[in-house]
């Protein structure tokens, strides 16, 4: 009897121990009843209560921008600029990419190593020998889903040959009817250094239609608008022209109508802005205003990206983390920082973990709303509350994640998932331990 007990027992272990190892190595997605936003909203029974009305959301953005620099009034921006100021701008982008030095970076340009030319060329094509004592600024619309460069130059650079997807030169992408100013000319004359709504960069010439202060005040502050609602949304404009929106994007409105809505897509002739209308109904992809600011709908937006490819920067037509989780506010039009590292610490309401043991942790998280942000220097993730079983769970756009057990290493998903907030990390500790800040509104 003990003998047969004996081996129960062992046997036992080792499935145990088996399991342990498999757990370990698989992905930490979740796809079970928690990955749905219907399981989130019938556990927050206030969760249609309005957090913060009309006036709530311009006063929480007027104390973001007033707490991060790179959150932009735009309307508040001055018509004439100084040459050494321009300079400072288009220095800190640089740096952003750490391409501020003359040393060529160990990157790879259409699979092969970035030459001491091409560096040095990109750097050149920065024009700051031409940059004037004083600049008028000048007033663009972006005219279709455009990239951010840190940079002017188009090609991307990448960590290792084979590399597609993650471009260092990319800072982000722009939405159709963004507006920015322009502060500068490339040396090859193929593109501008903008200032945008959270972010400077160069953005190719092509993208954009210029126009006048006024018309571009327009879409800085239009007097009626719609927000695209859905992860992302095309929408056909004359000519053929098909414009990718993502979620949060502002569009003008002329008139709307019978739950109809006549939008004014921006195009351009010869480099200038021209407007094109198209009518369509309000839905659930396109809202005439923001969206109420309430816990549900950061669940509801959040589960619209579920499954969608990890796109670095905006890259593959898709969210990174912080794209990810920046979409989702500003489709209650609440105008979050574009960097993890930023977004939470920036927040209204902020919690620094340091020091706390991860039990201290999992209390705070514990008594956080749904749309509050988890966050350190490289990573973002939005929680969605404790499930039946006192779990925190999150959504995130994950990169990658890694493995201690039978599979060790590191593993890219590339894919917005729901996930626990006590995944492991790439020292083999819980994520939860490695989070420096809770922020939300």
Known sequence: MRIRAGKFLLAFFLLAFCWQLSSADASPEITDERATPAYWVSRHPEGERVLLDEAGVKNVNAALRQHNETLVDLAAMPETITGNEIERRIEAVQALGDFDTASVPSLYKNGAALTAYSYGFARKNCNLASLPQEEHLRYGIVTERANLRLL????????????????????????????????????????????????????????????DRDTWLGYVQPADFAVVTANKKRIAAPGGRSLLFQMGAKIPVRSAESGRLQLRLPGAEAGNLREELVTLPADDTLHHGFLPCTENNFIRQGFRFLGDVYGWGGLDDSVDCSAFVADVYRSMGVEIPRDADQQAKSMPDVTDLSGMSEEERLAALSRCRPGTLLANNTHVMMYLGEDADGTPIVLQSMSSWFSFGSDYGKHY?????????????????????GVHYLGSL
């Open 152 to 211: 002017p130059e188009a090609a991307g650079w990448f960590e290792s040959a084979g590399d597609t997807h993650y471009d260092t030169l990319q800072a982000t992408a722009l939405d159709p009817a963004e507006p920015v100013a322009i502060l500068a000319d490339s040396y090859d004359g193929k593109f501008f250094f903008v200032a945008s709504r959270y972010y400077d960069g160069w953005l190719a010439k092509s993208s954009l239609g210029l126009t």
């Open 413 to 433: 998903l590339r894919k917005v998932i729901a996930s626990t907030a006590t995944f492991l990390n790439a020292s083999g500790n819980p994520y939860i331990d």
